[in-house]
């Protein structure tokens, strides 16, 4: 079975640009969550989206918003881009509405110039 | 708030040699507690959880830890460490607020192995 899957593995763009990045569930699961992981530092939780809503949210600015698809798939949308955004984003995906075992796709490399 | 600190940022171990990564964590309820484990290049990997039964978890490839609440740790353990230990080790600690859990990573360790 197909695990987690993230697109792009790798995308630079200039400050103040959009990005939009995608996250395929494992196949049966209807939570995904959305994480930024520093270089250095562990993963920071930004959002949690059950059966199409939000479950919960981070301490991230408004520049950062989600959404799920009605076949579960995701995508983080981030505005206004600054340095400080690179990093590597991580998707997980879970079987529970509530945080629990969950199960990670290795991630979109965001630089940011 | 809860919180989570893993102790320390590097643990240097020769291969066959016990392996100890020590959490902490803050929380004014029982908490959620995971160890994920993070090789070069790959995803997170959940090695075990502790959610309010056995206070001794096993988890996959000979981990094990213990939730001591008197102490609010969550150490990491095996026996033996092997070459293809070495990865950054997480400390997630998961507590419900506003209806969800929202789990807090610790800052990582990195566990090398000697030959």
């Known amino acids: 079975d197909a695990g987690v899957t993230q697109s792009p593995t790798h995308l630079i763009k200039t400050r103040g640009q959009h990005v939009t990045l995608r996250c395929s569930p494992i196949?049966?699961?209807?939570?995904v969550s959305w994480y930024q992981q520093v270089l250095g530092q562990g993963p920071q939780f930004i959002f949690q989206y059950y059966e199409k809503e939000e479950r919960g949210r981070g301490n991230f600015p408004d520049r950062f918003s989600a959404r799920q698809f009605p076949n579960y798939s995701s995508e983080l949308n981030v505005n206004a881009l600054l340095l400080g955004d690179s990093a590597l984003y991580l998707c997980?995906?879970?079987?529970?509405?509530?945080?629990?075992?969950?199960?990670f796709g290795p991630g979109t490399r965001l630089t940011v110039t | 708030a809860q919180s989570v600190t893993q102790l320390d940022s590097h643990v240097s171990v020769s291969e066959g040699t016990p392996v100890l990564l020590r959490c902490n964590y803050s929380?004014?309820?029982?908490?959620?507690l995971f160890w994920y484990v993070q090789h070069p290049n790959k995803g997170l990997q959940l090695l075990l959880k502790?959610?309010?039964?056995?206070?001794l978890v096993k988890g996959i490839n000979g981990f094990e830890a213990e939730f001591k609440k008197s102490e609010t740790s969550f150490h990491l353990t095996k026996p033996s460490a092997h070459m293809s230990d070495a990865a950054e080790y997480f400390c997630v600690v998961s507590l419900i607020s506003g209806g969800s859990y929202i789990p807090t990573f610790g800052r990582g360790t990195s566990l090398i192995v000697h030959p």
């Open positions: 929380s004014s309820y029982s908490p959620s």
């Open positions: 196949s049966g699961h209807k939570s």
């Open positions: 502790y959610t309010s039964a056995a206070t």
């Open positions: 997980a995906s879970s079987d529970r509405d509530q945080i629990y075992e969950q199960y």
